[in-house]
T-cell receptor
């Protein structure tokens, strides 16, 4: 019979468009957030981070926005390129004993069409 | 080159046959962690270690063991693997305290199949 699995949210964009990937986090006590990019066959890699005392942070072609009121995080990628095709994870971090403990979201698959 | 190295990268085994996945980092990181990644479920933490001889359970520790006898190594042990442990496993490390950014450095992954 047909197997049913969990499917990743997927965002398809054209090369050159801007991409926005969203993430809802669960714990209002989380005070540090990281976006990771995972290319096919590789481990996740750090893209950008933001602390809870900020609502926006910019990197090279990427911007992270944090809305603590609704516990929402977004990653904006400007002028998306085929090399941006990957799965993107957000991670919220708690610091119960002074050291960050991350919890990852399920991820979003970004597909960039040339 | 700064890296986290996992071995083996691929393994097919049978139910009940003990196996160990090794993890080594050359960045002098205090914190190390193991994750499993399953389709649609993201990364779930199995165990983590804040430093040598200090380990704690993550979200899905059942069926796994770890040890941290040296700072650079953090092996994951499956004493009696079962098919539900078929997964893609990642080891990760980072600094702790001080100027800790929280950024995790991941290995390339170990794909395990238990028949």
């Amino acid at each position: 019979g047909e197997s049913v699995g969990l499917h990743l949210p997927t965002l398809s964009v054209q090369e050159g468009d801007n991409s926005i990937i969203n993430c809802a986090y669960s714990n209002s006590a989380s005070d540090y957030f990281i976006w990771y990019k995972q290319e096919s066959g590789k481990g996740p890699q750090f893209i950008i981070d933001i602390r809870s005392n900020m609502d926006k942070r910019q990197g090279q072609r990427v911007t992270v926005l944090l809305n603590k009121t609704v516990k929402h995080l977004s990653l904006q990628i400007a002028a998306t390129q085929p090399g941006d095709s990957a799965v993107y994870f957000c991670a919220e971090n708690l610091r119960p004993g002074g050291s960050y403990i991350p919890t990852f979201g399920r991820g979003t698959s970004l597909i960039v069409h040339p | 080159e700064a890296q986290v190295t996992q071995n083996p990268r691929y393994l097919i085994t049978v139910t009940g046959k003990k196996l160990t996945v090794t993890c080594s980092q050359n960045m002098n990181h205090e914190y190390m962690s193991w994750y499993r990644q399953d389709p649609g479920l993201g990364l779930r933490q199995i165990y983590y270690s804040m430093n040598v001889e200090v380990t704690d359970k993550g979200d899905v520790p059942e069926g796994y063991k770890v040890s941290r006898k040296e700072k650079r190594n953090f092996p994951l042990i499956l004493e009696s693997p079962s098919p539900n442990q078929t997964s893609l496993y990642f080891c990760a490390s980072r600094r702790s305290g001080g100027a800790n950014t929280g950024e995790l450095f991941f290995g390339e992954g170990s794909r395990l199949t238990v028949l």
